[in-house]
Antibody
Framework: QVTLRESGPALVKPTQTLTLTCTFS??????????VSWIRQPPGKALEWLAR???????HYSTSLKTRLTISKDTSKNQVVLIMTNMDPADTATYYC??????????????WGQGTLVTVSS | SYEVTQTLSVSVALGQTAIITCGGN??????VHWYQQKPGQAPVLVIY???NRPSGIPERFSGSNSGNTATLTISRAQGGDEADYYC????????FGGGTKLTVL
């Protein structure tokens, strides 16, 4: 059974740096074609993809947020870490991680973690 | 940048067929994936690569994609199908639609 779980602070102050950890089980990020992505959802709004890290350590970022994001992995711990700098109240959202198989017919997100709500406020 | 458009809301009578669309320029050339999100829950993949159902998703859920419109069809709609539905494609980056709220009357 594949599971993912996000962890990190529930509250951060403006200008601070956010560090989120995705801990997963049931698959390995050393397997060819396997990736993990981060997606966020502001309250009452749509989904927004943030970043992806691949089994071969290739990294991909949202064009609009790439200067603020860093994604990394620790395969020995089955963890993926997302760092977002210079947090703003507009970054208040539920942050999800999801397994992302990279296939010849596309990339999708399945399954997702339960999500973690991050509020940015002073 | 590439954009996909979804109708804000769709209503369907209990037991009838719901049709949710995702519009984009030549979206028929892309792989479209659909997610169901119930209130307070994480999204769940219901269709991948236009027409494929993950294991555990009822056969009532089906997808198609042609021209400028991809479609998610839910047959024999049930109260448990009430949710937000999002389409997703890849075009130089991941693109999500704005979501469609499905109400079952």
């Amino acid at each position: 059974q594949v599971t993912l779980r996000e962890s990190g602070p529930a509250l951060v102050k403006p200008t601070q740096t956010l560090t989120l950890t995705c801990t997963f089980s049931g698959f390995s990020l050393t397997t060819s074609g396997m990736c993990v992505s981060w997606i966020r959802q502001p309250p009452g709004k749509a989904l927004e993809w943030l970043a992806r890290i691949d089994w071969d350590n290739d990294r991909h970022y949202s064009t609009s947020l790439k200067t603020r994001l860093t994604i990394s992995k620790d395969t020995s711990k089955n963890q993926v870490v997302l760092i977002m700098t210079n947090m703003d109240p507009a970054d208040t959202a539920t942050y999800y991680c999801a397994r992302t198989p990279r296939t010849s017919v596309g990339n999708w997100f399945d399954p997702w973690g339960q999500g973690t709500l991050v509020t940015v406020s002073s | 940048s590439y954009e996909v458009t979804q109708t804000l809301s769709v209503s369907v009578a209990l037991g009838q067929t719901a049709i949710i669309t995702c519009g984009g320029n030549n979206i028929g050339d892309k792989g479209v994936h659909w997610y169901q999100q119930k209130p307070g829950q994480a999204p769940v993949l219901v269709i991948y690569s236009n027409t494929n159902r993950p294991s555990g998703i009822p056969e009532r859920f089906s997808g198609s994609n042609s021209g400028n419109t991809a479609t998610l069809t839910i047959s024999r709609a049930q109260g448990g199908d009430e949710a937000d539905y999002y389409c997703q494609v890849w075009h130089t980056s991941v693109v999500f639609g704005g979501g469609t709220k499905l109400t079952v009357l």
